[in-house]
């Protein structure tokens, strides 16, 4: 493009330069043409506006609160513990009502144990011994529970024997008992309660029903029919993961509550409400029983009246629960709805379809085949 | 396209297909062609250079760990406690310094509760009776604290009593102080220690000045002029999210604390520093008190002489603050750069206005009209 | 578009409108043509369909579980302890195995603690005092253990002394030992769970080998050859993330462990395997001691043969490991294959080589430069 002279240059400068058309007036291309146009149109109604809802601004940075409270006593009468009762500080770990939480539906209990020597469990491999020199002194016993005092214990006449430990003794020895001791925790309900706010577009709500009747939460239970009411049983809460509370009561295993609000605040308040998924997030389908389950220890600390101080160890088998909560909203804003309605018409002039673009609005054209190519003779 | 013999074929390989252009010698279409192409020229420049900074590339997987520390003590004197000096490891729960952590404002106190047997709470409808058959023994109560033994206590002459219970007894009855009895936790602080980094640019950074003044941080406040002082008295942190101290102290809530990185790594370290934004998470606005407030019950386990547990049970009142982290970092790289200045070249060649695409930058354009359209009358 | 007349309106709607072409028959045109379409077939295949691997839907929406369990013991002997043996229970906490834990390694311990007057410790500034009217009484100690009963305490003929105060008395004084107490926590091992499924394939795997050999996770250590034996030294875990052990040991810190899943289902599931990244969290680089280090405080609560409460307050020092799963997972599918396969046949026609497209597949189209412009002589 070389200019000559200022002129040229300011009257090239003015230039429009557009490609020549040929208009085929033939009715099967022409047809076959329109017939695009209209899957076009279809495709940007029913897709891009009905489905995908491209006229609408979207929030997706939620925020979300999470207060967790179950609610629930039960009875037990066992050889270590007696007759028991067990209420809400009991038995939920840790108390907080966060979005996690952990309720103990079996345990193994050593009582009083105390910081002294014993027989190292017969269970740990790496305790066994036949003669003092097994038991090095100041080492501690791999997978144990305590450290080898130098002296091998053999009762009676027996020729193998465990290492004398220092430890919290009595060792734990008991293993997990085959009926779950808390197994009327699935009797125990939750209460969710769940605060949301879009900030984008400054919209909040709650998963309860927003009523003045004192006794509405007293009463009610989660249902279909009921879904601003979020007390849920445990039992059912396990069922609809598809497990049984018994097995998962005896060794323990995790759940995950998802909450999801899909909200589309063009149509009233009271449409924004949130759906609830139940699913087991622990392997419940492997048979091998090395890495099912869900289990941990701690302890209570007490003194004596001499001060000196003594735990009660607890092996707690129970079902933790992961509260999860996911969300977005959408309201009308002429932006999108412009860019979008935009490269509609421009997508009917030039019949190129886009492409499928995964969680965002229209905007990006593909390139498709131009049709038939005509040869230009002249 | 049929080729006639092996020559044809190669000669076509080479074949090279262009459109036809008409050179439009017009000054007013010409006029309106340029002022399309500045006003794309300045599209690109503003928005998507300067605004969206698209010559950057960016890293949104941030890394980021939270260290709590709440400091203070307060002193309180009531009938069940007696004179008592409060301090951080008897307030604050849990105790580790997470990202979340409850301050306790006000509180229940049940002390000495054993397993025993004992009335049942007047305030639990399900607990009333009127002879010993409605109390059917080995029944739990629902929503209330134990296992029915079997009788009815009436006190006196009363018509009306409520079932006797084997539970922790005696049960909770008091009901919420209407005082905060930590009201002075709004002179706590709480020091929010926040390391950041993005692998992708290994660029770390902390919210804490890096000095070596050992007494900054015990004598600094967090405000505008001090953001590097990541100290906040929970009393003013609760007025940002416009709440009302005393109120969220006697029923409890929730707090977010959000922090912001929104760092250009071409510009000087200092540059990249965060911002704090405060929220109330739980739905203050809820008139009703059925879904307001936030507390939870935890207990004390203690043994007597005799080796009998016991214990203390607290229902917990007070603050749960969420501290939440954000971001992202940009920095100048020669990929999107060449992208993003090509797409813009293109875009001024055929007058096509890339569509407004979120939170990513240039590339997709979209088809637009092509302005007038001229008819080959050859 | 002037239309005449009925006829003419529907003859027009079946009007085709295509562009001319010229067909230069250039070699050197010809050839860049076709080096071009080359270069783009390569493009497309090489990058978009086996690096991007856009022939597959993509899930990202991963569930995951987390279940970690700490093992090991070790024995101290200190002048406020004596003979002590650490277990699980207690030094892991919290104690109920989520995605982050504390390992205490080092331990101020205050015992003893009851709720009576003593001195102020000195190293609080606000707390020195020459004369009585130097502390107001009842108001607490700024970054103090407690509140002022109005009394000076000066030791001796000493001009200068600290406020006596209301407290849980003795106050603590010691610093931290230099030496870390439980520095033995190297050697402890760490077993963490990982339970993951992708909801869009119905897919589940564990990092766990699916053995029912129970000895396996008894002996086996993780390493690359053995990944799924997710069984991690504690002293490895901090030198993989390239710190000293016995440095965070005696000042503490925090550890990112971060699991990456990325599947592509088409393959075997054994292909689907995690990934292990360990990454210090907290600023060790930062040379300053004000804002570097982890530590806490929390208390054992306990009643005497009177039922007065004392405590033992700990300031615990330790590593805080914070597990984080990340993951995605591909599987063949016939509509993004065929949008991208479509995408790539347009773009080899039109040579318009699309735009990188961060983390998302092929589609939009960017205009490139047309080549050179063929002008119309005719």
Chains 1, 2, 3 share one sequence.
């Not at 090239?12 to 085929?24: C, H, N």
């Not at 506006?49 to 609610?71: A, E, G, N, R």
């Not at 469990?121 to 080492?139: F, I, K, Q, R």
Request: charged share 20%; hydrophobic share 35%; glycine share 8%.
């Amino acid at each position: 493009m070389g200019q000559a002279g200022c002129k040229g240059l300011y009257q090239s400068l003015f230039d429009y330069k557009t490609e020549k058309y040929v208009i085929a007036k033939n009715k099967k291309v022409g047809l076959l043409y329109r017939l695009l146009q209209v899957s076009i149109l279809t495709y940007l109604v029913v897709w891009v506006f009905l489905v995908k809802k491209c006229y609408q601004d979207t929030d997706t940075s939620l925020q979300s609160s999470i207060i967790t409270k179950v609610k629930g006593v039960t009875f037990t009468n066992t050889s270590e513990l007696g007759e028991r009762l067990w209420d809400v500080a009991d038995y939920v770990i840790p108390p907080q009502g966060e979005n996690v939480f952990f309720v103990i539906t079996n345990l193994v209990v050593t009582p009083n144990q105390r910081q002294e020597t014993c027989a190292e469990s017969a269970s740990v491999p790496d305790a066994l011994c036949y003669e003092d020199s097994d038991c090095p002194p100041g080492e501690p016993v791999a997978a144990g529970n305590g450290v080898r005092t130098g002296r091998c214990l053999r009762e009676g006449s027996a020729q193998k024997g465990t290492c004398e430990i220092f430890a919290w003794c009595p060792v734990e020895t008991r293993s997990r008992p085959t009926k779950p001791l808390l197994g009327e925790a699935k009797d125990f309900t939750v209460y969710i309660k769940n605060f949301i706010r879009f900030p984008k577009f400054n919209f909040s709500k709650t998963n309860v029903l927003d009523t003045t009747d004192r006794t509405f939460l007293k009463s009610c239970k989660f249902s279909p029919e009921n879904p601003y009411c979020p007390i849920f049983r445990l039992g059912s809460v396990v069922s609809w993961t598809g497990s049984n509370f018994q097995e998962i009561a005896v060794q323990g295993g995790v759940i995950g509550i998802q909450i999801e609000w899909d909200c589309d605040l063009d149509k009233a308040p009271s449409e924004c409400y949130p759906r609830y998924y139940f699913n087991r997030l622990d392997n419940r389908f492997s048979g091998n029983s090395i890495s099912s389950g869900y289990n941990f220890r701690f302890a209570k600390y007490y003194r004596d009246a001499a001060g000196v101080e003594f735990r009660t160890l607890f092996k707690a088998y129970g079902i933790r629960f992961d509260v999860m909560v996911n969300g977005k909203a959408g309201k009308f804003n002429i932006i999108p709805t412009i860019i979008n309605v935009g490269s509609g018409v421009a997508l009917m002039g030039v019949v190129r379809p886009p492409g499928e673009r995964k969680g965002e609005c229209g905007a990006a054209a593909e390139p498709a085949d131009r049709g038939g190519v005509a040869r230009d003779v002249g």
